[in-house]
């Protein structure tokens, strides 16, 4: 039953996409998104329905390989519990007639200590935060884990950093979030800078939300800082994220912050395919995720 239904939703999303195009016009590309598949050997916990997110992750790409789409990004919280979930999760995405970027969250580094390290380079990333072009945009993946306290060898520098961070910046931080550094701050304000000069839009992806401020035990540490950064630069269009299993979407001065509801979360599943065109965004989504049209400043 299950299987059915989610093919349904798949072919569902697929009529929305063919009913834009049938009117003669053409996205200049599209791409799959998912948030929070959060696989573990684990029993359910709803509306966490941990073993299921391995079924419905498969199905979403057997869904995006029906699809013309340049890449699929998923973004964070891709295992939970155990560096053994990684196994079965990237077989599934093997599957995958696309390429597959990887956005950094919380849970991915629920592993043992001394596989932490080890994580990014298990989801085949030469580094935690980087960028990429396509079709005359740019594409923007931050780790927004970068100040934590998690995702560190326990009193290793970066683990004592943070936590010193955490007491006396963010002394109401949660410990499911994380912050971006400096370092990385600065990296980002450079490549906006270019990206400006050129006039290429950008979509900045990152595992947590920064905005709206509705409910801050889901933001980022210095999600703050971040609104104010990335509004300093007219080439950001879009802040794409998960985390917020329940999703959600603002606008502020003309940026659109779209948090992508949890796959995990209940028997229907949840992802979506974004079309780019000249102007707007087309997000078709599938199972739980609302369909939007997203308007370009």
């Not at 990296?187 to 290429?200: E, K, P, V």
């Amino acid at each position: 039953m299950f299987d059915r239904r989610t093919m349904l939703f798949g072919l569902w999303g697929m009529s929305l996409a063919a009913s834009a195009e049938g009117k003669g016009e053409k996205p200049m590309f599209r791409i799959g998104a998912i948030a929070d598949a959060q696989y573990a050997d684990a029993d359910d916990a709803p509306p966490r329905l941990f073993r299921w997110s391995l079924t419905k992750f498969a199905a979403a790409v057997a869904d995006f390989n029906a699809r013309d789409l340049s890449f699929v990004v998923h973004l964070g919280d891709f295992i939970d519990r155990d560096w053994r979930n990684y196994d079965a999760m990237l077989a599934a995405a093997k599957a995958s007639k696309h390429l597959w970027r990887f956005v950094l969250g919380n849970h991915d580094f629920n592993v043992a200590d001394d596989m932490k390290l080890a994580v990014p380079a298990r989801l085949g990333l030469a580094a935690r935060y980087y960028a990429f072009a396509q079709n005359g945009w740019r594409f923007i993946v931050l780790d927004g884990n970068d100040l934590s306290t998690y995702a560190w060898p326990k009193g290793s520098e970066r683990d004592v950093l943070s936590r010193k961070i955490r007491d006396e910046k963010y002394p109401a931080a949660k410990p499911w979030n994380g912050g971006i550094g400096e370092d990385q701050q600065r990296w980002l304000d450079g490549q906006l800078s270019a990206a400006d000069t050129d006039g290429a839009p950008v979509m900045l992806m990152c595992h947590f939300p920064i905005w709206p401020e509705t409910d801050e035990t889901i933001l980022l540490w210095n999600a703050r800082d971040m609104v104010a950064l990335i509004e300093q630069h007219p080439s950001v269009k879009i802040w794409l994220d998960g985390h917020e299993h329940k999703g959600g979407y603002g606008e502020k001065a003309g940026i659109h912050y779209l948090n992508l509801k949890g796959m995990l979360d209940t028997e229907e599943t949840a992802y979506a395919v974004i079309a780019f065109y000249a102007g707007r965004l087309e997000v078709c989504g599938i199972g739980r995720e609302p369909s939007r049209t997203l308007h370009l400043r």
